[in-house]
C-alpha cells in the first residue's frame, strides 16, 4: 500500500503570494495516478489536478501540478481570497493526510 | 450534470450496522468508464478511502477496513450502497459517495456529504 506524505501540514500566506505544497510517495507512483482535490470548510472536496499536471475542467490557470516518481508538487501562482483551504493529495486508494493553507 | 446524493440514518449506536445510499442522477452507473467509491472524513481529519465498486459488481475496499464493508450496486434504481458493520464511535465521520475514473482512479464528481455518528 502506497502512503503519501503531505508538506507541509500548515502553510500561512497572503493573497498574491505564490504556494507550493508537496506530496511525496512511500514508493514511485505512474504520474498518471496522482491527483489533487481542494476542499474548503463544509464542502465536499473538489478534483484541481488530474494525472498529476492536468487541470479539471473549469480549474483557473494560477493552479498547476508537476512532479514525477516519488515527489510531486501542486503549485498556486497568486494566491485569491478563495484559495484558502485545504489540499490533498490521492493515488488510486490513498490520500495524502492534507496542507491546509491558511491566510497570514 | 451528473449529481451524487447520500441518504441514510444520521444516528447508528455502536455495534449495529451502519448503511448509506448513494443515488446518481444525470448519468448511468453502468458506464463502463467508471467506478464508483465512497470515503469518509472524520470531524477535523483527513480523507480515507473506503471502497470502490463497478458497475458489474466488482469491488475494491481498503485494507484497514475490509472485514467490516460491503459495497453493493443497484443499476436499476442507478444506486450503490455502503454496510459498515459493528460500528464503534472512531466511525463518526461524514460519509462521501463519488464517482472514479477507471483509468486512474481519480474521484471527478463528489456527493456533499451526509454526516453519521455512532451514539448509544
Known amino acids: 500500500e502506497i502512503v503519501l506524505t503531505q508538506s507541509p501540514g500548515t502553510l500561512s500566506l497572503s493573497p498574491g503570494e505564490r504556494a507550493t505544497l508537496s506530496c511525496r510517495a512511500s514508493?514511485?507512483?505512474?504520474?498518471?495516478?496522482l491527483a489533487w482535490y481542494q476542499q474548503k470548510p463544509g464542502q465536499a472536496p473538489r478534483l484541481l489536478i488530474y494525472?498529476?499536471?492536468s487541470r479539471a475542467t473549469g480549474i483557473p490557470d494560477r493552479f498547476s501540478g508537476s512532479g514525477s516518481g516519488t515527489d510531486f508538487t501542486l503549485t498556486i501562482s497568486r494566491l485569491e481570497p478563495e484559495d484558502f483551504a485545504v489540499y490533498y493529495c490521492q493515488q488510486y486508494g490513498s490520500f495524502g493526510q492534507g496542507t491546509r493553507l491558511e491566510i497570514k | 450534470q451528473l449529481q451524487l446524493q447520500e441518504s441514510g440514518p444520521g444516528l447508528v449506536k455502536p455495534s449495529e450496522t451502519l448503511s448509506l445510499t448513494c443515488t446518481v442522477s444525470?448519468?448511468?452507473?453502468?458506464?463502463?468508464?467508471?467506478?464508483w467509491g465512497w470515503i469518509r472524513q472524520p470531524p477535523g481529519k483527513g480523507l480515507e478511502w473506503i471502497g470502490s465498486?463497478?458497475?458489474?459488481?466488482?469491488?475494491y475496499y481498503n485494507p484497514s477496513l475490509k472485514s467490516r464493508v460491503t459495497i453493493s450496486v443497484d443499476t436499476s434504481k442507478n444506486q450503490f450502497s455502503l454496510k459498515l458493520s459493528s460500528v464503534t464511535a472512531a466511525d463518526t465521520a461524514v460519509f462521501y459517495c463519488?464517482?472514479?475514473?477507471?483509468?486512474?482512479?481519480?474521484?471527478?464528481?463528489w456527493g456533499q456529504g451526509t454526516l453519521v455518528t455512532v451514539s448509544s
Open positions: 514508493q514511485s507512483v505512474s504520474s498518471s495516478y
Open positions: 444525470g448519468g448511468s452507473i453502468s458506464s463502463s468508464s467508471y467506478y
Open positions: 494525472g498529476a499536471s
Open positions: 465498486i463497478y458497475y458489474s459488481g466488482s469491488t
Open positions: 463519488a464517482r472514479a475514473l477507471e483509468f486512474d482512479g481519480t474521484f471527478d464528481y
